[in-house]
């Protein structure tokens, strides 16, 4: 699977922005889909995570709230809608996936085998 994030830019708090993720090479169905972000200095984190049937969602609770992730399988791609942006949130966002990935190892970064390159996010105060 290859993955193509898109959608970052510069916004000011409390602004929106969503993100997109379009995936190649095989469909999403049955693919679990997720995003992490990475803060300069810090190490990459889980945000949000879409399971394998698309049925479930899971959030960081720094996000819960204020980010959706949705997707739209017959279009191979994945959002995330991000309202209320904090300063706090400035980060490369990386959209993950995975087909075999099971619900209580979404949050784990390494157990995600495909990765997109990255958009970046700048929320200013």
């Known amino acids: 699977v290859q993955l193509q994030a898109s959608g970052g830019g510069v916004v000011q708090a409390g602004e929106s922005l969503r993100l997109s993720c379009v995936a190649s090479?095989?469909?999403?169905?049955?693919?679990?889909t997720g995003w992490f972000r990475q803060a300069p200095g810090k190490e990459r984190e889980f945000v949000a995570a879409?399971?394998?049937?698309?049925?479930?969602?899971v959030y960081s609770n720094s996000v819960k709230g204020r980010f959706t992730i949705s997707r739209d399988n017959a279009k191979n791609t994945v959002w995330l809608q991000m309202n209320s942006l904090k300063p706090e949130d400035t980060a490369v966002y990386y959209c993950?996936?995975?087909?075999?990935?099971?619900?209580?190892?979404?949050?784990?970064?390494?157990?995600?085998?495909?990765w997109g390159q990255g958009t970046q996010v700048t929320v200013s105060s």
């Open positions: 993950a996936a995975d087909a075999s990935i099971i619900s209580s190892s979404l949050r784990i970064e390494s157990h995600w085998d495909y």
């Open positions: 090479g095989r469909t999403l169905r049955n693919v679990a």
């Open positions: 879409s399971t394998r049937t698309g049925g479930g969602t």
